[in-house]
Every structure is written in C-alpha cells, then in structure tokens.
C-alpha cells in the first residue's frame, strides 16, 4: 500500500474496522493517502463532531488531508477546510457557504452530475460505483468506460469509487480512464 498510497483516498466506515478505529486511521495516515475521507453516516451530528476532531487531529499529525462529510456547520468549528457532501446537500448549500471550502467534493454517478457538480463549485469528484462491491449488493458496477467519460466530461480530479481493491493494476486501471486515483473503504478499514 506504501507506494500507491498517493492515488488512494481512504473512505472511513468504522463499524467495518476489527481493531480500534483511531488506531486505525493512525496506520492508514502514516501511510499517506491522498486523503481521509471521515463519512460515518450513522452519527448524529454531535457524535460525528466529537470523532472528526480526534480524526482531525490524526490526519494533521502525519500532514494528510482530512475531508469531513455531511455536516458543514461541524466542520468550519473545527477548522476544516476540506468537505465532501452528497449532492443533493451541495445543491442546498448557498454558493457563499461552498466558498468557505478550499476542498469541496461530491459524488457522481452519471456525466451529468458531473458537470452539475462541477457548475456548483466542487474541487474534486468521486465516481461510481466502478466494480461491484459488496456495499451495494446487487447492483453491478458502472465500470471504466463510465469513469472515463466523467473524467473526459469535467477538469476536476475524479476518485473512482465502488469495489476499488488495494492492488497496483486496479488502481492503474482506474488512472488509465484519467482518474486521479481510487477510493478505498473495506480495504482499508480492515487492513
């Protein structure tokens, strides 16, 4: 994982990790991911708020960005420049809140969310699901040629996103279509 960690955008979801959770994002950071992404879509927003500055915290230590998910009020009190929001909730957000985020991100799952996303302000996008993935069951991936007409469609850095394994050819796979790289969540919470 060491030297492919540049390209990797790690996705948290701690009811999938074995061990401690923050000792695990202590591991994934000293690795050095391209990011953190803290997506714990089972908290409330106290509770996530609680986690995210310890994540936070963890994330800056070893200089990794830490991307906070969801709740926007939560992270400007901790200081967090970097948000990725479903869209639904980034097409709410007034532009002069988006602009508070150097890094704000989406998720597609079409071109023309993409291009929507783009035209809201994110910085960055995740596309997908790419391969199947046991996260959604049944359901079959959108595979590379999708990713690499999102990543023709829009200038921003695309993160495929959807059964992406921690090997070498996958995520070279995924970077041939012109993604910046692969996001990860099973494999790296039980690594």
Same mark, same amino acid.
């Given at each position: 994982m060491l030297h492919t960690a540049p390209s990797i955008l790690c996705v948290t979801d701690r009811?999938?990790?074995?061990?401690?959770? &923050?000792?695990?994002?202590?591991?994934? %950071?000293?690795?050095?991911? +391209? $990011?953190?992404?803290?997506?714990?879509?089972?908290?409330?927003?106290?509770?996530?708020r609680a986690l995210a500055a310890q994540v936070l915290s963890l994330c800056r230590q070893h200089q990794v960005p830490c991307i906070l998910h969801t709740f926007?009020?939560?992270?400007?009190?901790l200081g967090a420049t970097a948000l990725h929001l479903p869209l639904p909730l980034l097409r709410a957000m007034p532009k002069e809140e988006r602009a508070a985020?150097?890094?704000l991100?989406?998720?597609?799952?079409?071109?023309?969310?993409? &291009?929507?996303?783009r035209a809201l302000? %994110?910085?960055?996008?995740? +596309? $997908?699901?790419i391969f199947d993935t046991s996260c959604k069951p049944g359901l079959p991936g959108?595979?590379?040629?999708?990713?690499?007409?999102?990543?023709?469609?829009?200038?921003?850095?695309?993160?495929?996103?959807g059964g992406i394994k921690i090997n070498?050819?996958?995520?070279q796979e995924v970077m041939d279509c012109g993604a910046k790289g692969g996001c990860i969540m099973s494999g790296m919470m039980q690594l």
């Open positions: 009811t999938l990790c074995p061990e401690h959770f &923050l000792s695990q994002i202590s591991r994934i %950071a000293a690795a050095g991911p +391209a $990011g953190v992404i803290l997506r714990e879509k089972d908290l409330c927003e106290s509770a996530y926007p009020s939560s992270a400007r009190a985020f150097s890094s991100g989406t998720s597609c799952h079409s071109v023309a969310e993409a &291009l929507e996303a302000g %994110a910085t960055y996008l995740l +596309a $997908g699901h959108r595979g590379l040629d999708f990713l690499a007409q999102v990543c023709a469609a829009v200038p921003l850095p695309v993160y495929a996103i070498e050819k996958q995520l």
